[in-house]
């Protein structure tokens, strides 16, 4: 799939220690790239200790506002919210989580460096400045 592939690609060529903003209610990127991403909805903390922590992360990557479905139901709406991220919100989220890149829709336009594509995703370098 196009998703494995962004992933699989971040693996063999983005920097190992990078932070990357992705999808989050994609599965499986830090296991198919052997990189950090922020946050996503699979991969939430056991316990309570750092649940709190787990839904602001969520909350960043959606615009400020969680979704409001119902269990899986909330993968597609994340990630809807998601696509609607500003260059300036992805600078922001950026900013926040020392996070260089961002895996988004090959269909949006931004202001910074795309180092890869696919039919469906592309990773951005984000910058301080927008070009």
Do not use: H
Not at 7 to 23: E, F, L, M, S
Not at 44 to 71: I, T, V
């Amino acid at each position: 799939s196009t998703w494995v592939r962004v992933c699989q690609w971040v693996g063999a060529n983005g920097p190992k220690d990078a932070v990357y903003i992705t999808p989050p209610g994609n599965n499986g990127f830090t296991s198919l790239s052997n990189r950090s991403t922020i946050a996503d909805f699979k991969n939430n903390p056991d316990g309570g200790r750092k649940m709190a922590e787990w839904f602001d992360r969520l909350k960043d990557l959606s615009g400020g506002r969680l979704p409001e479905g119902r269990g899986f139901d909330n993968r597609d709406l994340l990630n809807e919210a998601y696509d609607g991220l500003s260059a300036e919100q992805l600078q922001a989220i950026s900013g926040r989580y020392n996070a260089e890149f961002a895996i988004v829709s090959s269909r949006k336009k931004f202001p910074f460096e795309t180092v890869y594509s696919n039919q469906r995703y592309q990773v951005i370098r984000i910058s301080s400045e927008v070009r």
